[in-house]
């Protein structure tokens, strides 16, 4: 594989996510200005294979893409797959997904939501067109959230932490010397407790995977000690994190539609030049002391917001 295919990895990964990047060449490599430049990755391939490099001033952000970055270019060993540890379409088993969204938005609440499934309901599922929420179009996640939420309280479970939560646990887990994935870890592990407790028949739990580290089983207890727990990138071919991509899209587009109504205009997602116009209108109007309210503060857009 050349250059150009990494390129595309990188260039698809941070569109996916709303990251405004620029793109220069460098001897032997391409470097990406992301988080306005604040941020360098650069990829490079030679003799010895591809190979990456993250720098920047802001730490955090670089250590988190970099497990981004090892997740999206690791190559899953195919002769440690089992049969009980392969990612599948859907299960013989009753089984459930869990994924979030609202990671990268600097506005905005980050949602994470799980969905039980039984093996009867796959072949209605695929043919409704389950698939990754941000493959469908804002009226279809409606849609199909609305197909999900028809299967009952039991089967679903939706934590969403609000900006002023989210800062404050935010907060929290950094000063214990944490980081993001760390509380994504959390957040799925509680979700799935939640269900596993609600559904004593679920045998597998797959989780979209956000780290190379493991921060979801260390977190699961007794409740849990029956589910085989199934960590991927790109889990969202698999049918019930699917659905819980499509839950989770759904929540994080009705909080913006809402406060669209509330304000008068709109919080773009993700991070980019019209983020930080729209950051500083809120702030002109309402006051800084009330970003936080709509917010993830930790965000280097945030200093530009308030420049």
Not at 232 to 238: D, I
Request: some cysteine; overall charge positive.
């Amino acid at each position: 594989m050349n250059l150009d295919h990494y390129e595309g990895i990188v260039r698809s990964y941070l569109t996916e996510h709303s990251i405004s990047f620029s793109k220069d060449s460098i001897p032997y490599g391409i470097s990406f200005k992301v988080l306005d430049g604040t941020v360098h990755l650069n990829l490079y391939h030679g003799k010895k294979g591809f190979r990456f490099h993250i720098q920047g001033k802001d730490k955090e952000a670089v250590q988190l893409l970099e497990e981004e970055m090892n997740l999206l270019f690791s190559r899953q060993d195919s002769k440690k797959s089992t049969q009980e540890n392969d990612l599948r379409v859907q299960y013989d088993v009753p089984w459930m997904g869990s994924d979030e969204s609202g990671k990268g938005d600097v506005f905005g609440p980050i949602i994470c939501a799980g969905v039980v499934l039984q093996p009867s309901e796959s072949e209605q599922l695929l043919a409704a067109g389950f698939k990754d929420s941000k493959a469908l179009s804002k009226g279809r996640i409606e849609g199909l959230a609305n197909q999900v939420f028809r299967l009952g309280p039991k089967r679903y479970h939706i934590l969403k932490l609000k900006p002023a939560k989210y800062n404050d646990l935010y907060a929290r887990f950094q000063s214990q010397g944490k980081n993001l994935n760390h509380l994504l870890g959390w957040m799925h592990a509680s979700v799935i407790k939640e269900l596993a407790s609600k559904n004593p028949s679920l045998k597998i739990a797959v989780v979209d995977q956000f780290s190379k580290t493991d921060r979801v089983g260390p977190l699961l207890d007794a409740s849990c000690q029956s589910l085989t727990l199934i960590q991927r990138t790109r889990a969202e071919a698999n049918l019930a994190v699917a659905a819980g991509s499509i839950l989770a899209r759904y929540e994080l587009l009705k909080w913006h539609q809402s406060m669209k109504q509330e304000l008068g205009f709109e919080l773009p997602l993700g991070a980019s030049p019209q983020t930080i116009s729209c950051g500083k209108r809120f702030v002109t109007v309402y006051g800084a002391d009330a970003l936080p309210t709509i917010a993830k503060m930790h965000f280097k857009t945030i200093e530009q917001i308030l420049a």
